[in-house]
């Protein structure tokens, strides 16, 4: 359970986000990616970002924290979509 301080002023600049690790795009509001982080859309909490992403047909997810100002991100979590696995298949040697 996410516990906040009373007293503690949110930081509108910082925004926590889902994008897709492979292909470094930002969910929006409208369910569409942009590689545009500004056009993410915003999560009030990190647990609430982690439950729609484990929803998108991705493969893997980040969630992160952008600060829009100096454009830098922090990586809070990680996880696996819907998207299909990619297994790494070895091809068996030639005798």
């Keep these: 359970m996410l516990v906040m301080r009373e007293n503690l002023l949110p930081c509108p600049s910082m925004n926590i986000l889902i994008e897709d690790a492979?292909?470094?795009e930002y969910l929006t509001?409208?369910?569409q990616w942009t590689k545009?982080?500004?056009e993410g859309k915003h999560f009030a909490a990190t647990e609430s970002a982690v439950q729609v992403a484990k929803k998108e047909p991705i493969?893997?997810?980040n969630i992160v924290f952008y600060i829009a100002?100096?454009?830098q991100?922090?990586?809070l979590d990680h996880g696996r979509g819907k998207?299909?696995?990619v297994t790494d298949t070895v091809e068996p040697a030639l005798a």
């Design 22 to 24: 492979d292909t470094l």
């Design 29 to 31: 509001a409208n369910g």
């Design 36 to 38: 545009n982080a500004a």
């Design 59 to 61: 493969r893997k997810f």
């Design 69 to 71: 100002q100096t454009k």
């Design 73 to 75: 991100f922090v990586n």
């Design 83 to 85: 998207g299909p696995a």
